[in-house]
C-alpha cells in the first residue's frame, strides 16, 4: 500500500507539470493521507504560487510527521526559505 499511495503522489506531482498545479492539487485532495509526510510536502509543493499560508501549513505537518533526521531537515530548510519569502 506505501508503495502504491507513493506512485500516486509522484504520478499527481508529474501531472502538475503538465495540467497545472491547480488540477494537480484537486486530485491529491482526493488521497486524503493525513498522517504520511510526503502527502504533506507533495501538498505543500502543489500550494506553491497558490496560496503560501497553505503551503507553509503543509511544511509545518509534514516536518512534524516525519522520523528522517535528513527529511526534517530539508523540510525545515524548504520552510525557512517559503517563510523569508525566497521561494
Known sequence: HVR???????????????????????????????QNHFYHALLADLYSDIDSKKQIEHLKLALNLTKSKNNQQILLDKLKRVENGVI
Open 4 to 34: 502504491s499511495r507513493r506512485q500516486r503522489q509522484m504520478c499527481i506531482r508529474d501531472r502538475s507539470k503538465a495540467n497545472g498545479k491547480e488540477e494537480a492539487l484537486q486530485e491529491a485532495l482526493k488521497i486524503d493521507l493525513k
